[in-house]
């Protein structure tokens, strides 16, 4: 939540700054801002709402022209999304200006301290306070590295600050705590982003930043130290993507071109998980098998669509393992008191690797001794790095405030983990595991045919666009599939949508269903679990006969539901555990449609923001 940028160096810093933000709005769009050392002074523009008004303004009244410069697109949390409390934020002499991510949480007692020493604040941000403590500090020690250390020795919370001050005109400084913050490094000159999207275009080198780290850039190099001054270590490492992967690529919408990216990472999410000896290999799960052997219950933790991935994760880990796995909302998790030891498992899952609740939740396993395996897609980032181990999800950077393939590449890192375990533990033979690494490698065609069909989907959408609710129902993991499809709807189509088990149905939902009422089936597959199958076929001519107007999703040659479907959607045949991989992209293909059908903006969805990185 909310996209940072800083620059030093030789071109403009507007420029760059500007053009960072445009690739930060995804973490926010409430408001953006910009200052630049210019002139032996600082100069700065803020506009509430999306950063084409902050253009607009900078057309209309230019900053001057220097090399040095911050900038910040907002997601409000302390202050309404007004040009006032927009980013950043100066002191009384216009000397400093401060860009923040995340939240203060001791503001009011130190905004009290400094109004009782003479000290005007004019927005109701946590923000401002942090100007105002920096352009004391710098006034006793003329260093602004300095400054900034002692300041977030006295800030409570989760931050990222990134700070320039007109004495030190080619200095930027950034802090982090609990945010994100990566260093980028050029030929003379140096960049500070939220993610490393904002300085792609210029640089592939980047530094991990670690927690409670200061920053200080100059043109020739950056120094980091702890909060405390003593020296850091840090990471540096080369970004494996360019800057086309953070493009549109020809798309109208990030969300349409990370749709049509998920063939390809699904396939990268797969890559060298086998070794020649048909073992699969996950060297990046650096837990012992020892200790692997040793689990005996698995604890899945995650947010919105990463939990969704989590709830189907938990059939495979129980039919491959025999390991008793549990799916907790990672805002929920730590505050019910968990039963959890040495031998308890917790997989944490976040696109992000940003995710606050998702990172508390797992600091709280690790206190209790519990070791945290992450599936992540974001390298370098904050929850692979607290964890005991991480499986990356190789999905490339997703933009579009809506997951699509992040969530198809967790549920294949999640399939691996669960294969992994069952190989580790000798629950699951190798030929078995082998056939089930077959199937997985062919869903990237399968969903490539998938895509292919889409058209009667988004035609469907197109005529729903009136409508003002839609219901999913699914069994087994066509459940979570149909949850995710009605969160799809809801943070795209702003429409009432609701996911239900569909056997739920007869105890309290059914009484939602009158005429007309569209209701997605998900059906699963009649091979597998023929129980299963002819039960959701039941539940379909229940609510057919109240009304519903039934849009069914099933597999190629399931004829059964052919009577009883105003709307088929064909997907490949595929073993029952792995359907979810093809079954959920029609969903996101309905949920992108009808959303622009009902002229919403697609990536950037009202109240949203990507990298929930506050609790
Ligand atoms: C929905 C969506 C969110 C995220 C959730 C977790 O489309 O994108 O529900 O899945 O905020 O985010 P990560 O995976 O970054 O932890």
Known sequence: MCGIVGYVGSQSALDVVVAGLKRLEYRGYDSAGIA???DGGMAAAKKAGKLANLEKELVERPLPAGSTGIGHTRWATHGGPTDLNAHPHLDNAGRVAVVHNGIIENFAELRAELAERGHALSSETD??????????????????????????????????????HADEPDVVVGARRNSPLVVG?????????????AFIAHTRSAIELGQDQVVELRRDGVHVTGFDGSPAETRSYHVDWDVSAAEKG???????KEIAEQPKAVADTLLGRIDASGSLTLDEVRIAPGALREVDKVVVVACGTAFHAGLIAKYAIEHWTRIPCEVELASEFRYRDPILDARTLVIAISQSGETMDTLMALRHAREQG??????????????????DAVLYTHAGPEVAVASTKAFLTQLVACYLVALYLGQVRGTKWGDEIRAVVRDLSRISEEVEQVLETMEPVRELARSLA???????????????????????????????????AAGELKHGPIALIEEDLPVVVVVPSPKGRSVLHDKIVSNIQEIRARGARTIVIAEEGDETVVPYADHLIRIPATPVLLQPLVATVPLQVFACELATARGNEVDQPRNLAKSVTVE
């Open 36 to 38: 630049v050392l210019a």
């Open 127 to 164: 923000t401002e306070v942090v100007a105002h403590l920096l352009a004391e500090e710098f006034s006793a020690c003329a260093d602004l590295a300095e400054s900034m250390r002692l300041v977030c020795r006295r800030l409570e919370g989760a931050f990222t600050l990134v700070a320039a």
């Open 185 to 197: 490094v050029g030929e003379g000159e140096a960049f500070l982003a939220s993610d490393v999207a």
């Open 250 to 256: 020809g798309y109208d919408y990030f969300m349409l």
């Open 370 to 387: 519990a070791k945290v395996l992450a599936v992540c897609n974001t390298n370098g980032s904050t929850i692979p790095r607290e964890s």
């Open 466 to 500: 009136s409508k003002n609710t839609v219901l999913f129902l699914g069994r087994h993991v066509g459940y979570p599939v149909a949850l995710e499809g009605a969160l799809k709807l809801k943070e795209l189509a702003y429409m009432h949508a609701e996911g239900f």
